[in-house]
């Protein structure tokens, strides 16, 4: 197949890019949302064993 | 409650991931066989290169947790293979895409390449179902990585096994002769390489951090439990 034109490469060329950082950004957002409810629970049982 | 050495890290990965897209869309040249389309093949090759490797190391881990007894391998072993299988499915996304505007496909299956990184993603799959019907803890984790050590076996033969192919649809990048990429290309794409393996590790240490810190709650929730 000859190279695509400009135009039409860049979409998939920015398809691909996107997949990749959508694809970490979830991941992070998910484990880091996990490590702050994990931070917020362990705080709610130091203040539950100070009282 | 983040790990030792994170943050530094993963700057480390943004300032490297940065430089290598950077150099991807303002200095590597263009292919004179596929044009702008091969600027793929940074983001693509590279995160397959480190999802591979990341099955490999999972089994290297699961082989010192059954050398030690030392559960705290095999949750390293199960994080490894987790992100691995993360990026590999977006090695089959962006490969997808690649295959479509290349070679106006979205899937070629007589392609060996395609077909056995296909292969070497299900197997894996099959990881988390084996894991995860295993209650008790020790077993669970004594069988995790009787199979992270077969499966990371068989990625490097299948890695041989389709080099000895005969079909060359798919590029080769590495090669015993040095591979067709020009200088430029080549820093490139070890700078992305670099890239992909330093998030590899900072996301294993933070999914790492998350795992420790929720066996940290269940064990302080048991003490409170007790005591109460």
Request: aromatic share 12%; with cysteine; glycine share 8%.
């Amino acid at each position: 197949m000859p190279a695509l034109p400009l135009d039409e490469a860049g979409k998939y060329v920015a398809g691909a890019y996107v997949v990749f950082v959508a694809l970490i950004l979830v991941y992070v957002a998910i484990i880091g949302a996990k490590i702050a409810r994990i931070g917020r629970e362990i705080g709610e049982l130091a203040a539950e064993d100070d009282e | 409650m983040h790990s030792k050495g994170l943050v530094p890290l993963a700057w480390a990965s943004a300032v490297t991931l940065t430089v290598a897209f950077a150099l991807v869309f303002f200095y590597a040249p263009l292919d004179a066989d596929q044009g702008f389309v091969q600027k793929i093949f940074y983001v693509h090759v590279p995160m397959a290169i480190v999802a591979l490797g990341g099955f490999v190391a999972g089994g290297i881990m699961a082989i010192m947790h059954l050398r030690s007894g030392d559960r705290s391998w095999d949750m390293r072993s199960y994080v490894a293979i987790h992100l691995s299988i993360i990026l590999g499915f977006g090695v089959l996304a962006t490969g997808a895409i690649w295959a479509r505007a290349s070679w106006g496909h979205w899937w070629v299956w007589d392609e060996p390449v395609l077909v056995s990184f296909l292969v070497v993603v299900l197997l894996y799959c099959v990881y988390y179902p084996l894991r995860f019907s295993i209650e008790d803890p020790d077993r669970q984790a004594r069988y995790s990585s009787v199979f992270a050590i077969a499966a990371g076996a068989f990625v490097p033969l299948n890695f041989i096994a389709v080099r000895l192919a005969e079909a060359y649809t798919h590029p080769r990048v590495l090669s015993q002769t040095g591979g067709s990429l020009p200088g430029e290309m080549r820093l490139t794409f070890l700078v992305a390489l670099l890239g992909m393996t330093l998030l590899f590790v900072t996301l294993w240490k933070l999914e790492l951090t998350a795992k420790n810190a929720s066996m940290q709650l269940k064990k302080l929730r048991t003490r409170a439990r007790v005591a109460a």
